[in-house]
């Protein structure tokens, strides 16, 4: 298989498998169809060469697949192993069907349709999230559990128990996105992981990976234009949008991370911005909730001219009131590290008593930070190695690596 052609197979991967959905209405058996078929391909077309329309060839061969083995009333239970290892190899497939303009065309709305029949009755909204992540999505095991805050083998367990679920208790939720109300939950928090993702990923050597944001922000458009008065899918799509703006000044040209008080304002997109504030102001005209918590936190900090100017009480009461809709380690972390601005470090570091640095992987980093600013060197210095030894990334680890330096060297 030529690189061009594991390509191919990457960006069509995701309407092959949406349009066999349509045929099968069962995403389990959607998916075993179609790896099938991508197994054949792999066979077939390194000796006889792709087929004039390959897109249709692996529909048709995923469809073939599936009613014979509907005729001989026989139901996969585990998917083809080299399918599998093909299909990890190809991930995340999603990328290139986005970066490709004249394949991403009608992209999103299937994609959309894949990530609701993810979140099938059957499911809780978490399990839904981390199905959806992995079969439509195609992140790896690994960024699915950072992305979740478990162990691998927690993750991997709750996958294969979703699979399972969705198999026994019944076939394809038919309805329309629009329809399906009741999912929007579940599809909201697969929209923001997977933003979270590309965000700040987990996986390879760049920190950022734009694809992703920019197709999380796609689906955040596409949700609100069905769901125009449903506040949540308004808020996410503000916080998004507010986040993104700061991507350009986020890594310095050496693709190192630049901390938000250290970067260039004037490289933020204040076009975004200020869609991002409009979406703000018709969430918060509909209801409120996390989401447009997470949104309002993220608005002080592109509304303030510079980081001295940045209104930390004020994000310190979101962050509290954020607590009361989400408790969550990782919303008491950012609280702490917010309180810590406004009150000083030692009314930071009262916040993160009760938490263990196993909790949450930014536990230590934030206590390194507070200790750092109360003139504890020797505790910043411990809790800095242990965040390094947490960190999600190469370059996350290098900066708290800069940090403990600057901590080792001795001061005049």
């Known amino acids: ?15 092959v498998l949406a349009r066999t959905l349509g045929v099968t209405r069962s995403l389990p058996e959607a998916e075993d169809a179609v790896q099938e078929a991508v197994v054949r391909a792999l066979s077939v077309w390194p000796e006889r060469g792709l087929p004039a329309a390959p897109e249709a060839w692996l529909t048709k061969v995923a469809t073939r697949v599936h009613l014979d083995r509907a005729r001989k009333a026989r139901r996969s239970a585990s ?10 190899a ?21 994609l959309l349709r894949l990530v609701f029949a993810c979140c099938h009755p059957s499911l809780e909204p978490g399990e839904a999230a981390g199905l959806c992540l992995a079969t439509v999505v195609g992140l790896s095991l690994h960024e699915i559990a950072a992305a979740f805050t478990v162990e691998l083998r927690t993750m991997e367990q709750r996958l294969t128990r979703a699979r399972r679920r969705l198999r026994e208790r019944g076939d394809l939720d038919h309805r329309t996105p629009e329809q399906s109300r009741e999912h929007l939950p579940a599809v909201l928090m697969v929209v923001h992981l997977l933003f979270n993702e590309g965000y700040w990923s987990t996986q390879g050597d760049t920190p950022i990976v734009a694809e992703l944001c920019r197709l999380a922000i796609g689906l955040g458009h596409a949700l609100v234009a069905l769901f125009p008065e449903e506040h949540d899918a308004l808020a996410l799509l503000a916080l998004m949008l507010l986040h993104d703006a700061r991507r350009p000044a986020r890594l310095d040209e050496q693709g190192r991370a630049v901390k938000l008080p250290d970067q260039d304002r004037g490289r933020w997109d204040r076009d975004a911005i200020a869609l991002g504030e409009r979406f703000l102001a018709r969430a918060g005209a509909t209801g409120r909730g996390a989401y447009y918590l997470e949104a309002s936190i993220a608005a ?21 009131a954020l607590e009361l809709e989400r408790p969550t ?8 590290f917010a309180v810590g601005r406004a009150e000083g470090a030692a009314a930071g570091l009262a916040l993160l008593e009760a938490l263990d640095g196993d909790s949450y992987p930014y536990v230590d980093l934030v206590r390194g930070h507070l200790a750092r600013e109360a003139g504890d060197h020797a505790t910043a210095r411990r809790h800095l190695r242990a965040a390094a030894d947490r960190a999600r990334n190469r370059a996350e680890r290098e900066d708290i690596e800069r940090q403990l ?7 005049p």
């Open 1 to 15: 298989m030529t690189t061009s052609s594991a390509g191919l197979l990457r960006a069509i991967y995701p309407r």
């Open 405 to 411: 330096a600057r901590l080792e060297e001795p001061r």
């Open 90 to 110: 190809m991930s995340p497939w999603i990328q290139s069907a986005v970066a490709a303009p004249d394949v991403a065309r009608g992209f999103k709305d299937e």
């Open 329 to 336: 380690p990782a919303v008491r972390v950012n609280r702490a």
């Open 79 to 88: 998917a083809e192993p080299a399918a599998l290892e093909t299909l990890a």
């Open 300 to 320: 002080c900090h592109t509304r303030a001219a510079s980081a001295p100017a940045t209104d930390w009480p004020q994000i310190a009461a979101l962050y509290a």
